[in-house]
């Protein structure tokens, strides 16, 4: 019987090792207006972490723009977090490409490297 209570140990402590040794697994996804304000949730679904980055704008026919460098802050785990973002000159994009600017300037998040 105590061979039995060992693998059962033994389980538990591979459970507890893999559930603490989690890594943050934050999922993000932004919007942007014309305006060029923008916001960007970010929602965790590993151990808590945070995520920092830029928003980049890439206009087919090669104008580009981005946000400075932001970060979520810690993201406890199941957490969704909101931080708003600007970038200067977008609207100068709505000037050039009209209405249809989102569909002519993808934008992307640009997670920083760590």
Not at 38 to 58: D, K, Y
Request: proline fraction near 4%; hydrophobic fraction near 35%; charge should be negative.
């Amino acid at each position: 019987m105590l061979a039995g209570a060992g693998v059962g140990v033994a389980v538990a402590v591979i459970v507890a090792v893999l559930t603490f040794s989690r890594s943050p697994d934050i999922e993000t996804s932004c919007l942007l207006n014309g305006n060029g304000e923008g916001r960007c949730e970010f929602t965790n679904r590993g151990s808590t972490g945070s995520a920092c980055g830029f928003v980049l704008v890439v206009c087919y026919g090669g104008d580009k723009a981005y946000s400075n460098t932001f970060c979520s802050g810690d993201i406890g785990t199941d957490e969704t977090k909101t931080v708003e973002y600007d970038i200067p000159g977008v609207r100068r994009f709505f000037d050039r490409h009209g209405k249809d600017w989102a569909d002519e300037c993808p934008f992307d998040w640009i997670p920083e490297e760590d």
